[in-house]
């Protein structure tokens, strides 16, 4: 059964910090790892979907890495904003989807 | 604008009345699915649909019933609510689903159900 863990579980960082946020997983026979932003009491917003053939993907500050061999995924947020304060999950699919935890993530004014 | 609607968002009931938790979307997506997320427990999947009149079973189906008659449409049905229901709520589709492979997620914004 594919774990997922995310860790820290929760980080503050001062404005202009880069963000490094951590997923491994157990079984590295996947297919695509998600990350995903949740807001207190909002849904789920996908931020970057990493193809198992990929080894990273960008979006303007956002770049996620994928290291199947060892099973990891990081997440780096550049230049953090108070705005991107949220929770961040990340989620592999191997015929199904699994779920970490999240990180929550605070950013200081 | 693309989206998945959940309805309703907030919903308090007591234990026993059927209840029904409706999700569109608008996205001509073929695969539709419902998590639960809890304190801890983080999300889980209830059922899945990957096409018109073809749902299957996710992590956590006892309780929970579904149909999917509609491509849009894929409500959520408890029909006999107990306190250990009371969670969050969100519907999910994608268009690529292949033999497994959900593709990228599209979230609704919740619906927030409490059992008493």
């Known amino acids: 059964k594919q774990e997922v863990t995310q860790i820290p579980a929760a980080l503050s960082v001062p404005e202009g910090e880069n963000l490094v946020l951590n997923c491994s997983f157990t079984?590295?026979?996947?297919?695509?790892l998600q990350w995903f932003r949740q807001d207190p009491g909002k849904g789920l917003t996908s931020l970057l979907l990493?193809?198992?053939?990929?080894r990273e993907q960008t979006s303007g500050r956002l770049n996620a890495s994928l290291d199947k061999s060892s099973g990891r995924s990081t997440l780096y947020i550049a230049a953090s904003q108070p705005g991107d304060s949220a929770t961040y999950l990340c989620a592999v699919n191997d015929y199904k989807l699994s779920f970490g935890a999240g990180t929550t993530v605070t950013v200081r004014a | 604008e693309a989206q998945v609607t959940q309805n309703p968002r907030y919903l308090i009931t007591v234990t026993g009345k059927k209840l029904t938790v409706t999700c569109s979307q608008n996205m001509n997506h073929e695969y539709m699915s419902w998590y639960r997320q809890d304190p801890g427990l983080g999300l889980r999947q209830i059922y899945y649909?990957?096409?018109?009149?073809?749902?299957d079973k996710g992590d956590v189906p006892e309780g929970y019933k579904v149909s999917r008659k509609e491509k849009r449409n894929f409500p959520l049905i408890l029909e006999s609510p107990s306190p250990n229901q009371t969670s969050l709520y969100f519907c999910?589709?994608?268009?690529?689903?292949?033999?497994?492979?959900?593709?990228?997620?599209?979230f609704g914004e919740g619906s927030r159900l409490t059992v008493l």
């Open positions: 649909s990957m096409n018109v009149e073809v749902t």
């Open positions: 079984d590295s026979a996947i297919y695509n």
């Open positions: 999910a589709s994608s268009s690529n689903y292949r033999g497994g492979d959900t593709g990228e997620l599209f």
């Open positions: 990493i193809q198992s053939s990929q």
